[in-house]
């Protein structure tokens, strides 16, 4: 018996309901399948409705937009199996055995199970480089090396998890702050929770333009630094914070604070570039970090 959860804003999620139904039906397992859209616009309601149509499926609309982490707390009350499939909408199936192998992984007695993601190997186009140069440098990572590190890169896109303990580590609380998988890793690990990584990954298909990937960075570090002002990630395995908090230790936040507003423009027009680099786009965020915490953190 399982629940698949998907938070939808702005995506169409005909083809992946109806490839997960596919194989739910398949499984002869009890299911449901509830989408809940934070808001989208009217034309993408409208061609996500007929969703409504397929078994044990509904697409319930939200009255505001909420964020993705009050959208997944509220799909968690609404199901009624103790075991829940999450998944972001804009995301494809790499296989018809998906399902199959999350319900095999229930036998290793974990709780919370992370599938992983994919990026197809085709290069986008150049406004959508740098996000998938990211993903498949970062977030593309097989899952015994995620087993090395399990709350590193820890993904809500593509999870198992139990519904309870899910709902217990009130996710939500980050309001729509952007960013609420920096949270998620360290509240599992502040709360011992043993996880598992498995290689069941699905390929995102979400690429944002370079510039709008940008702003999001900008809006992650806001929102890691945020939750370490207020003492909610004590216990992590963040490499940006480890590096800003060292940075700090020893006094050298305030040139690389200094060194962000120099050469940011500069970092930007590569990051836009036909040929970002990744180690541009670390440099970004770290700089950004001490900047944003020496100058802006109480405005």
Known sequence: ?????????????????????????????????????????????????????????????????????????????????????????????????????????????????????????????KNSLLRWKYGMRCEAIDANKRNKHPYKITSAANMMIKKELYKGLYLDSIGDSYGMDIFFGPQLKFNNIPVLHIDNGVYHLGLEKSVTYIKKTQRAVETLLNLHYQKKINLHENDLLKTFLFFKKVKLNLIFSLWHKIFKNLMIQNLLSSNPSIKILQAFKITYMCYFDLFNKND
Not at 94 to 108: M, Q
Request: proline share 2%; hydrophobic share 40%.
């Open 1 to 125: 018996m399982i629940s698949v959860l998907i938070p939808v804003y702005n995506y169409n999620i005909c083809d992946l309901v109806d490839n997960i139904h596919k194989q739910l039906t398949a499984s002869k397992t009890e299911f449901e399948i509830i989408c809940l859209d934070d808001n989208s616009k009217k034309q993408i309601v409208a061609s996500n409705l007929i969703i409504n149509t397929l078994s044990n499926t509904s697409y319930l609309l939200s009255k505001k937009n909420n964020g993705i982490a009050i959208t997944r707390q509220s799909l968690m009350e609404k199901a009624k199996y103790s075991w829940i499939i999450l998944l972001d909408a804009d995301v494809k199936l790499k296989n018809n055995s998906y399902i199959k192998n999350y319900l095999n992984a229930i036998s290793y007695k974990y709780k919370v199970i992370f599938g992983g993601i994919s990026y197809e190997n085709k290069t986008p186009n």
